[in-house]
């Protein structure tokens, strides 16, 4: 009977974690920047602002958000300092801030900095990832438990690369200017479990791992400098890679149906998809179609609604395809420049540009804008992903984080 109340109360607990409102990690529960909520805000304004918290210091992680907290980080002092901190989701309130590394900071790009990483949580423990900062992992409540020094990671660019949670296990991308690395750690103790070099051509990437399934496996997938590779995410060996069309692995790579993954590289070349599986190089076998992408670099990843595909670059350049195909279906320019990654809720796309203004898309035969928002910020900028969790709309720019609509 006491080992039928323990499982009984085991249950309902795992219930209640998931009947909580979530958005755990970059790009959602399933790294693919869709929402399957139904009660989101379609239009808003600043006076649809349910709360605003100014940050002390700058940065660009999109918030993630579990129960009734958000997480995320700042580089306060130039990238000298680095902090994580936790906020109270219905009220804005700082709940705890916690400095985990102080330093001389290492060289980052002027549009990246030191707290780009998005957060990662399994709603008991919370990971950050500051690339020279380390990696550092909290419980929910603030509680230190574990922190990684992971190197100096040499090189002009920076670090991007957001931690990810898979089964017991946290993988943090470690790709820099010089040799790269994939690593695991225990996500309890944050013993290392498994280190994969990430030798040419797939090294060179600031983008985060995403889980697919394949069969009855998961393998994690990374996009890199000249291709996109499989990995095994219980022992970090390598499963196959497939060559890309030019350099700069920054966008993630989208998750699809049927294992599909759609890829799209920092530097202007060939968006193509590629069919999960298979062993070595599965360029000839497994890449499904390519389409010759001709302008812009540094594009947020792909968004997929229904069978169409939406790119856009940082100019506003919107290319919609034909999801099965690689079709190119239109091409049209958003209001605004974009850095952060999309999202699809239903029928429609959320693009928020750097000034927080957000348009609504809804992909078809030609471009139909849905809804034009605002939130009304001055002087603020907006690389952060914007976050939908419980009926509202989170974001952060380089100043300060936005709770929008609902209750």
Known sequence: MLARAILLCGLLAASALAAEPTWPRWRGPNGDGQSPETDLPLKWNEKSIVWRTPLNGAGQSSPIVWGDRVFLTTAPDGGKSRVVLALDRKTGKILWEKEVWKGSPEKSHAQNGWATATCVTDGERVVAFFGKGGLHCFAVDGKPLWSKELGDFPGEWGTAASPVIVGDLVIQNCDAAGAGLLLAFDKTTGKETWRSPRTAPERGGWTTPVLVKVGDKEELVLNGEKAVTGYDPVTGKELWHCKSFAGRGDPTVTPGTG??????????????????????????????????????????????????????????????????????????????????????????????NEAGDTTVIEPGPELKVVAENTLGAKGEVFRASLIPCGGQWFTRSDKAVYCVGGK
């Open 259 to 352: 294992g599909l993954l759609y890829v799209v590289n920092g530097q202007p070349g060939d968006i193509y998809t590629v069919r999960a599986g298979g062993k070595g190089d599965v360029t000839k076998t497994h890449m499904v179609w390519h389409t010759q992408r001709k302008g812009g670099r540094d594009q947020p990843s792909p968004i997929l609604a229904g069978n169409f595909m939406v790119v856009a670059n940082m100019g506003g350049l919107a290319t919609c395809y034909d999801a099965p195909t690689g079709k190119v279906v239109w091409s049209d320019r958003l209001k605004g420049s974009f850095s952060s990654s999309p999202v699809a809720v239903g029928r429609n796309v959320f693009f928020q």
